[in-house]
C-alpha cells in the first residue's frame, strides 16, 4: 500500500466533489422517478420516463466517452506542466461535443417516434404516450449539456472540482423545485405531469452550463482560460486524440448503446419489468456513484505520474488502488442491499406488489454483483485509462457487451422464458468475468503508455485564433 498522504489527497480531492455530485444527480434522477411513480396509475409513467433516460442514457455516455478521451490526454499533458497543449486538446473536445449533441438533437426531433418504439414495445399505449411527450421536450437539453460537461471534465483533469459542488446543487434545487410545481401544478402553475419533469430537466441543465462558463471564465484562477483559445487546436494532438482518446469514447458509447438495447429488451417484457428495473437502476447507480467517483480521481493521479516518466510508482498506484476499491465495493454492495426495501417504498409503483416484489429480488442480485463493478471500474476506468491504455479497455468491453451480454440477454428473455429475475441477471453476467480480466491485465507492464509528445510547449507561445494550427 502506498504511505504517501498526498496519493490519498490527490484522490480524494479530486473524487470526493465528484462523488458529491453523482449523490446530487443521483437524487435528482430518483426525485424524478417517485414524482413520475404518482402519475395516472403510478406504473405507466414511471416506465416511459424510465425508458426514455434510458436513450438519454446512451448521450450522456457519448459525451461522457468523448470527455473522458481527452482527460488521458489532459492529465498526462498537465503531469508535464503543458497548459497550452491541454487548452488545445480542450478546443478541439468541447467542439466535438457541441456537434454530437447536435446530431442527437436533430435526430431526437426529426425520428423521435421511430427512437422511442426502439426502446418500449410492450404496445402499451398510455406509456408510449407519457414517454412522446416527455422525450419531445427533453431532448433539447442535450446542447446544455454538452457545453457544461465538457468545461467539467477539463477542469477535473487539471484537478480543479470546485464548480462540480455549485453546478450540482444547483441542479438539485432547481430540478426538484420545478418537478414540484410543475409536475403538480402548485404555485398557481399547471399541472403538466411528465412534461413538466422535461422541462424541469431542461432548465436544470441550463442553469449547470451558466454556472460552469462563469465559474470557468470569471472566477478560477488555477488554469486561467480566454474564450479565443477555445477555438484553436493543433493537428498532431487531434491524431493523438483519435489515437488515444477515441477508444474510450467508443468504449463510452458503445457500452451505452448496449444498454439501450438491454431497455429495448427489457422494454417488450412488459410495464412491471420497466418499472421494477426503472427501481434497480436507480439503485445501481447508488451501488457505483462512488466507484466511479473514485475512478476519475484516480485516472488524473496515474495519468500525472505516466506524463512525468515515474513508471514505478505507477505500478504502485495500481497495487494500492485495487485493494481500496475491493473494500469499498464490499461496503457499497451492503448498504445496497440493506436499504433495498425502504428505498423501493418510495415510489409509488410499489404499491403494486409484483412491481415491489421483481424490483427487491433484482436490487439482492445487484448487490452481489457490485464488489466484482467497484473492481474492475478501478482498474479499467482509473488505472488502464490514465496509463494510457484505452484500446485494450474498448476491446473488452466490445467482446463483453455485442458477444455475450446481449446475446445472452435475448435468450433468456425470447427464447428460454427464462424467469424476470434471470433476466436481469444476464443484463450483468459480464460483472461477474470482467474482474479477472482486468487483474490479469495489470499483472504485465503493457497497460503502461505515455502518450505525450516529447517537448514541452511554452506557455507564453503566441497562438493564432484561426482553426488549426500545424505540428509545433
Not at 424524478?32 to 434510458?54: E, F, K, L, P, R
Not at 506542466?81 to 446530431?103: E, N
Not at 466511479?292 to 485516472?299: I, R
Not at 476506468?381 to 473488452?396: E, H, L, P, T, W
Request: proline share 2%; with cysteine; charged share 15%.
Amino acid at each position: 500500500m502506498i504511505k504517501d498522504k498526498n496519493f490519498y489527497k490527490t484522490i480524494f480531492t479530486i473524487a470526493l466533489p465528484s462523488a458529491f455530485q453523482a449523490l446530487i444527480s443521483f437524487l435528482v434522477v430518483i426525485a424524478d422517478n417517485v414524482m413520475t411513480s404518482y402519475i395516472g396509475d403510478g406504473v405507466s409513467a414511471q416506465a416511459a420516463v424510465s425508458q426514455v433516460n434510458s436513450i438519454t442514457a446512451f448521450y450522456t455516455a457519448s459525451m461522457l466517452g468523448l470527455v473522458s478521451g481527452s482527460s488521458v490526454l489532459i492529465a498526462q499533458y498537465w503531469g508535464k506542466h503543458d497548459t497550452l497543449r491541454i487548452k488545445k486538446i480542450f478546443a478541439f473536445m468541447m467542439a466535438l461535443c457541441f456537434g454530437v449533441s447536435c446530431l442527437f438533437l436533430a435526430a431526437a426531433r426529426i425520428f423521435g417516434d421511430g427512437i422511442i418504439g426502439l426502446v418500449i414495445t410492450s404496445g402499451d399505449a398510455a406509456t408510449l404516450e407519457y414517454a412522446s411527450v416527455y422525450f419531445g421536450i427533453v431532448c433539447f437539453s442535450y446542447i446544455p449539456y454538452a457545453l457544461s460537461y465538457s468545461f467539467v471534465g477539463m477542469l477535473r483533469a487539471v484537478e480543479i472540482v470546485r464548480v462540480t459542488l455549485y453546478i450540482t446543487l444547483a441542479a438539485l434545487v432547481t430540478n426538484i423545485g420545478l418537478n414540484y410545481v410543475l409536475i403538480f401544478g402548485k404555485l398557481g402553475f399547471p399541472q403538466m405531469g411528465v412534461a413538466g419533469a422535461a422541462v424541469a430537466t431542461l432548465v436544470s441543465r441550463i442553469v449547470e452550463m451558466i454556472i460552469v462558463w462563469t465559474y470557468t471564465f470569471a472566477i478560477q484562477k488555477k488554469f486561467p482560460l480566454k474564450l479565443r483559445e477555445m477555438f484553436t487546436t493543433e493537428r498532431a494532438l487531434i491524431k493523438d486524440y483519435f489515437k488515444f482518446g477515441f477508444p474510450v469514447a467508443l468504449g463510452d458509447t458503445q457500452w451505452a448503446l448496449i444498454g439501450m438495447l438491454k431497455a429495448a429488451i427489457i422494454g417488450g417484457m412488459g410495464t412491471v419489468f420497466m418499472a421494477a428495473n426503472s427501481i434497480a437502476s436507480s439503485m445501481a447507480q447508488l451501488g457505483t456513484m462512488f466507484t466511479f467517483a473514485l475512478a476519475g480521481g484516480a485516472c488524473v493521479v496515474v495519468g500525472k505520474a505516466v506524463g512525468a516518466g515515474k513508471y514505478d510508482t505507477v505500478r504502485q498506484y495500481s497495487k494500492t488502488i485495487q485493494i481500496m476499491f475491493a473494500l469499498i465495493g464490499v461496503v457499497m454492495a451492503l448498504i445496497v442491499f440493506f436499504i433495498r426495501k425502504p428505498f423501493i417504498s418510495l415510489y409509488g409503483s410499489s404499491f403494486d406488489a409484483d412491481v415491489f416484489s421483481l424490483a427487491s429480488t433484482m436490487i439482492i442480485i445487484l448487490a452481489a454483483t457490485v464488489p466484482l463493478t467497484s473492481y474492475h471500474a478501478s482498474c479499467f476506468v482509473g488505472i488502464n485509462r490514465g496509463a494510457g491504455d484505452s484500446r485494450f479497455v474498448m476491446k473488452v468491453d466490445l467482446i463483453c457487451g455485442w458477444l455475450i451480454v446481449l446475446p445472452t440477454t435475448y435468450l433468456a428473455a425470447f427464447v428460454f422464458n427464462a424467469p424476470l429475475p434471470v433476466v436481469f441477471l444476464c443484463t450483468r453476467i459480464d460483472q461477474c468475468f470482467k474482474w479477472i480480466i482486468a487483474f490479469i491485465r495489470l499483472r504485465g507492464n503493457k497497460w503502461i503508455k505515455n502518450v505525450t509528445h516529447g517537448d514541452n510547449a511554452d506557455d507564453n507561445a503566441k497562438e493564432s485564433p484561426l482553426k488549426i494550427e500545424k505540428n509545433s
